[in-house]
Protein backbone atom coordinates (compact mmCIF):
# COMPACT_ATOMS: atom_id res chain seq x y z
CA UNK A 1 0.00 0.00 0.00
CA UNK A 2 1.67 3.11 -0.68
CA UNK A 3 2.53 5.62 2.03
CA UNK A 4 0.12 8.28 1.22
CA UNK A 5 -2.91 5.49 1.31
CA UNK A 6 -1.57 4.02 4.99
CA UNK A 7 -3.92 4.66 8.12
CA UNK A 8 -2.58 6.88 9.84
CA UNK A 9 -1.72 6.21 14.03
CA UNK A 10 -4.82 7.76 15.40
CA UNK A 11 -7.44 6.11 13.22
CA UNK A 12 -5.79 2.69 13.61
CA UNK A 13 -6.03 3.07 17.38
CA UNK A 14 -9.86 4.35 16.78
CA UNK A 15 -10.71 1.11 14.41
CA UNK A 16 -9.08 -1.17 16.79
CA UNK A 17 -11.46 0.46 19.55
CA UNK A 18 -14.26 -0.08 17.52
CA UNK A 19 -13.40 -3.06 16.84
CA UNK A 20 -12.69 -4.04 20.63
CA UNK A 21 -16.26 -2.66 21.38
CA UNK A 22 -17.85 -4.72 18.55
CA UNK A 23 -16.47 -7.98 20.01
CA UNK A 24 -17.35 -6.66 23.84
CA UNK A 25 -21.03 -6.15 22.95
CA UNK A 26 -21.18 -9.32 20.74
CA UNK A 27 -19.56 -11.34 24.19
CA UNK A 28 -22.35 -9.85 26.29
CA UNK A 29 -24.87 -10.82 23.67
CA UNK A 30 -23.93 -14.19 24.21
CA UNK A 31 -23.59 -14.38 27.60
CA UNK A 32 -19.65 -15.51 26.73
CA UNK A 33 -21.47 -18.71 26.26
CA UNK A 34 -23.50 -18.54 28.51
CA UNK A 35 -26.96 -17.78 26.91
CA UNK A 36 -25.79 -20.23 24.67
CA UNK A 37 -25.53 -23.33 26.63
CA UNK A 38 -28.29 -22.80 28.55
CA UNK A 39 -31.85 -22.03 28.74
CA UNK A 40 -32.47 -18.34 29.24
CA UNK A 41 -35.08 -16.93 31.39
CA UNK A 42 -37.31 -15.81 27.93
CA UNK A 43 -37.06 -19.50 26.56
CA UNK A 44 -37.54 -21.60 29.56
CA UNK A 45 -41.45 -21.29 28.94
CA UNK A 46 -41.09 -23.58 25.18
CA UNK A 47 -38.24 -25.91 26.30
CA UNK A 48 -39.14 -26.96 29.09
CA UNK A 49 -42.72 -27.25 27.53
CA UNK A 50 -41.20 -29.20 24.56
CA UNK A 51 -38.86 -32.19 26.54
CA UNK A 52 -42.26 -32.04 28.93
CA UNK A 53 -44.40 -33.02 25.97
CA UNK A 54 -42.03 -35.30 24.45
CA UNK A 55 -42.19 -37.66 27.23
CA UNK A 56 -46.07 -37.72 27.35
CA UNK A 57 -45.91 -38.40 23.85
CA UNK A 58 -43.36 -40.84 23.85
CA UNK A 59 -44.50 -42.62 27.20
CA UNK A 60 -48.10 -42.15 27.44
CA UNK A 61 -50.75 -44.61 25.44
CA UNK A 62 -53.14 -43.05 22.91
CA UNK A 63 -55.77 -43.48 24.89
CA UNK A 64 -54.16 -42.21 27.69
CA UNK A 65 -53.50 -38.90 25.70
CA UNK A 66 -56.63 -38.62 24.03
CA UNK A 67 -57.34 -36.11 21.06
CA UNK A 68 -54.49 -33.99 22.07
CA UNK A 69 -51.57 -33.39 19.76
CA UNK A 70 -48.15 -32.32 20.47
CA UNK A 71 -49.28 -28.63 19.55
CA UNK A 72 -52.01 -28.89 21.85
CA UNK A 73 -49.35 -29.95 24.72
CA UNK A 74 -46.64 -27.11 23.72
CA UNK A 75 -48.94 -24.18 23.47
CA UNK A 76 -50.75 -24.80 26.49
CA UNK A 77 -48.13 -25.47 28.63
CA UNK A 78 -46.00 -22.86 27.06
CA UNK A 79 -48.49 -20.36 27.54
CA UNK A 80 -49.55 -21.12 31.00
CA UNK A 81 -45.37 -21.28 32.14
CA UNK A 82 -45.02 -17.95 30.39
CA UNK A 83 -47.05 -16.12 33.09
CA UNK A 84 -44.48 -18.17 35.48
CA UNK A 85 -41.51 -16.61 33.84
CA UNK A 86 -42.41 -13.05 34.44
CA UNK A 87 -43.14 -14.05 38.37
CA UNK A 88 -39.46 -15.65 38.09
CA UNK A 89 -38.35 -12.24 36.17
CA UNK A 90 -40.08 -10.01 39.05
CA UNK A 91 -38.40 -11.91 41.97
CA UNK A 92 -35.42 -12.12 40.65
CA UNK A 93 -35.54 -7.95 40.07
CA UNK A 94 -36.24 -7.72 43.86
CA UNK A 95 -33.16 -9.87 44.29
CA UNK A 96 -35.36 -12.90 45.91
CA UNK A 97 -34.82 -15.49 43.31
CA UNK A 98 -31.66 -16.81 41.17
CA UNK A 99 -32.29 -18.33 37.90
CA UNK A 100 -29.79 -20.56 36.79
CA UNK A 101 -29.90 -21.02 32.57
CA UNK A 102 -27.26 -23.73 32.80
CA UNK A 103 -28.92 -25.43 35.45
CA UNK A 104 -32.41 -24.64 33.89
CA UNK A 105 -30.62 -27.19 30.80
CA UNK A 106 -29.14 -29.48 33.19
CA UNK A 107 -33.34 -29.88 34.06
CA UNK A 108 -34.22 -30.06 30.26
CA UNK A 109 -31.88 -32.55 29.41
CA UNK A 110 -33.03 -34.34 33.10
CA UNK A 111 -36.77 -34.53 32.30
CA UNK A 112 -35.64 -35.71 28.75
CA UNK A 113 -33.60 -38.20 29.82
CA UNK A 114 -36.39 -39.95 32.23
CA UNK A 115 -37.52 -43.24 31.55
CA UNK A 116 -41.21 -44.26 30.98
CA UNK A 117 -40.71 -46.33 34.45
CA UNK A 118 -39.85 -43.09 36.49
CA UNK A 119 -42.06 -40.90 34.00
CA UNK A 120 -44.87 -43.45 35.12
CA UNK A 121 -44.38 -42.65 38.74
CA UNK A 122 -45.28 -39.22 38.92
CA UNK A 123 -44.15 -36.15 37.75
CA UNK A 124 -45.13 -33.55 40.28
CA UNK A 125 -43.47 -30.90 42.56
CA UNK A 126 -41.99 -33.58 44.68
CA UNK A 127 -41.20 -35.44 42.01
CA UNK A 128 -39.15 -34.38 39.31
CA UNK A 129 -35.50 -33.99 38.77
CA UNK A 130 -33.33 -32.35 41.82
CA UNK A 131 -31.69 -29.80 39.30
CA UNK A 132 -35.11 -28.57 38.23
CA UNK A 133 -35.28 -26.81 41.55
CA UNK A 134 -31.80 -25.58 41.66
CA UNK A 135 -32.42 -23.66 39.09
CA UNK A 136 -35.04 -21.17 40.13
CA UNK A 137 -33.37 -20.92 43.56
CA UNK A 138 -35.20 -18.86 46.61
CA UNK A 139 -32.56 -16.21 48.53
CA UNK A 140 -34.91 -15.21 51.49
CA UNK A 141 -34.66 -16.92 54.74
CA UNK A 142 -37.37 -17.40 57.17
CA UNK A 143 -39.01 -14.52 58.43
CA UNK A 144 -37.66 -12.15 55.35
CA UNK A 145 -40.29 -10.53 53.00
CA UNK A 146 -42.10 -12.16 50.24
CA UNK A 147 -44.47 -11.92 47.92
CA UNK A 148 -44.14 -15.52 45.85
CA UNK A 149 -43.09 -18.37 47.51
CA UNK A 150 -40.19 -19.02 45.09
CA UNK A 151 -38.76 -16.48 47.26
CA UNK A 152 -38.04 -18.27 50.32
CA UNK A 153 -36.11 -21.41 51.00
CA UNK A 154 -38.55 -23.12 53.00
CA UNK A 155 -40.73 -22.31 49.42
CA UNK A 156 -43.76 -20.98 51.52
CA UNK A 157 -44.87 -17.52 51.57
CA UNK A 158 -47.37 -16.55 54.09
CA UNK A 159 -49.42 -13.33 54.23
CA UNK A 160 -48.95 -12.31 51.01
CA UNK A 161 -51.59 -10.38 48.97
CA UNK A 162 -50.68 -8.87 45.99
CA UNK A 163 -54.35 -8.19 45.10
CA UNK A 164 -53.67 -5.27 47.66
CA UNK A 165 -49.75 -5.15 47.10
CA UNK A 166 -48.95 -6.74 50.00
CA UNK A 167 -46.13 -8.51 50.75
CA UNK A 168 -45.79 -11.78 53.03
CA UNK A 169 -43.22 -13.40 55.23
CA UNK A 170 -41.12 -16.65 54.65
CA UNK A 171 -42.02 -19.02 56.84
CA UNK A 172 -39.54 -20.66 59.09
CA UNK A 173 -39.90 -24.36 58.91
CA UNK A 174 -41.34 -26.84 57.09
CA UNK A 175 -45.00 -27.50 57.82
CA UNK A 176 -44.76 -31.22 58.92
CA UNK A 177 -46.94 -31.74 61.85
CA UNK A 178 -47.98 -28.06 61.83
CA UNK A 179 -51.89 -27.84 62.83
CA UNK A 180 -53.42 -27.07 59.98
CA UNK A 181 -57.67 -26.46 58.87
CA UNK A 182 -57.11 -26.82 55.38
CA UNK A 183 -54.27 -27.76 53.03
CA UNK A 184 -53.88 -24.09 52.81
CA UNK A 185 -52.28 -23.58 55.71
CA UNK A 186 -49.47 -26.62 54.52
CA UNK A 187 -46.43 -25.45 52.52
CA UNK A 188 -45.68 -27.33 49.22
CA UNK A 189 -45.22 -31.41 49.24
CA UNK A 190 -47.90 -31.45 52.07
CA UNK A 191 -51.69 -31.75 52.53
CA UNK A 192 -53.88 -31.39 55.77
CA UNK A 193 -54.41 -34.91 57.20
CA UNK A 194 -58.58 -34.08 58.20
CA UNK A 195 -57.92 -37.18 61.02
CA UNK A 196 -55.28 -35.20 63.12
CA UNK A 197 -55.48 -32.01 61.70
CA UNK A 198 -51.73 -31.78 61.17
CA UNK A 199 -50.30 -31.16 57.58
CA UNK A 200 -48.35 -34.46 56.59
CA UNK A 201 -46.28 -35.64 53.44
CA UNK A 202 -48.22 -36.11 49.93
CA UNK A 203 -48.51 -39.64 49.52
CA UNK A 204 -46.73 -41.32 46.56
CA UNK A 205 -47.85 -43.61 43.88
CA UNK A 206 -49.36 -47.25 45.44
CA UNK A 207 -50.28 -45.46 48.74
CA UNK A 208 -53.38 -45.92 50.24
CA UNK A 209 -55.88 -42.41 50.03
CA UNK A 210 -59.51 -41.17 50.14
CA UNK A 211 -59.02 -37.45 48.90
CA UNK A 212 -57.49 -36.21 46.28
CA UNK A 213 -54.96 -33.94 48.82
CA UNK A 214 -53.50 -36.43 49.85
CA UNK A 215 -51.69 -37.83 46.54
CA UNK A 216 -48.86 -36.21 44.85
CA UNK A 217 -50.61 -37.18 41.71
CA UNK A 218 -54.18 -37.93 42.35
CA UNK A 219 -56.69 -40.29 44.21
CA UNK A 220 -58.41 -43.33 42.50
CA UNK A 221 -61.65 -43.55 43.73
CA UNK A 222 -61.94 -47.45 42.66
CA UNK A 223 -58.96 -48.69 43.66
CA UNK A 224 -58.24 -46.20 46.88
CA UNK A 225 -54.75 -45.70 45.79
CA UNK A 226 -52.41 -42.64 44.67
CA UNK A 227 -52.32 -43.44 40.52
CA UNK A 228 -48.69 -43.37 39.24
CA UNK A 229 -49.76 -41.04 36.60
CA UNK A 230 -53.10 -38.53 35.72
CA UNK A 231 -51.61 -36.31 32.99
CA UNK A 232 -51.57 -37.48 29.92
CA UNK A 233 -55.16 -36.97 28.90
CA UNK A 234 -54.57 -32.88 30.05
CA UNK A 235 -51.49 -32.77 27.97
CA UNK A 236 -49.44 -31.99 30.77
CA UNK A 237 -48.17 -33.85 34.00
CA UNK A 238 -50.73 -34.40 36.64
CA UNK A 239 -49.92 -31.83 39.91
CA UNK A 240 -51.37 -31.21 43.32
CA UNK A 241 -54.30 -29.69 43.80
CA UNK A 242 -54.61 -29.13 40.10
CA UNK A 243 -55.75 -32.39 38.48
CA UNK A 244 -58.34 -31.30 36.17
CA UNK A 245 -57.07 -27.94 35.13
CA UNK A 246 -55.50 -28.16 31.66
CA UNK A 247 -54.57 -24.55 31.28
CA UNK A 248 -52.12 -25.04 34.48
CA UNK A 249 -51.38 -28.99 34.26
CA UNK A 250 -47.52 -27.95 33.41
CA UNK A 251 -46.99 -25.55 36.52
CA UNK A 252 -45.48 -27.80 39.22
CA UNK A 253 -43.01 -25.01 40.98
CA UNK A 254 -46.80 -23.10 41.16
CA UNK A 255 -48.59 -25.86 42.98
CA UNK A 256 -48.45 -24.39 46.45
CA UNK A 257 -49.05 -21.02 45.53
CA UNK A 258 -52.15 -21.87 43.54
CA UNK A 259 -53.35 -24.54 45.68
CA UNK A 260 -52.91 -21.92 48.97
CA UNK A 261 -54.77 -19.40 47.12
CA UNK A 262 -57.69 -21.51 46.57
Given at each position: MPTSERPDHDTMQ????????????????????????GVGLGAFPSKYSQALCAQNFRCCS???IGGNTMMDCTDTNTSTLEFFASTIADSQSRGRVKYDADLMQMCVDAIAAMSCEDWALGFSITRQPA???????????PGGACRDDIDCTTHTCEGADLSADV???????SSLGKACTGSADCSIGFYCDVSTSLCAAEKG????CELELECATSCNSTTHQCSCYAGCAVAGPASPGLIGLA???ALILLVGRRRRSA
Open positions: ATAGAVACLLAVAAVALGCGGSESAADVCDAAVAPKVAEGTCAGTAGEPAVA
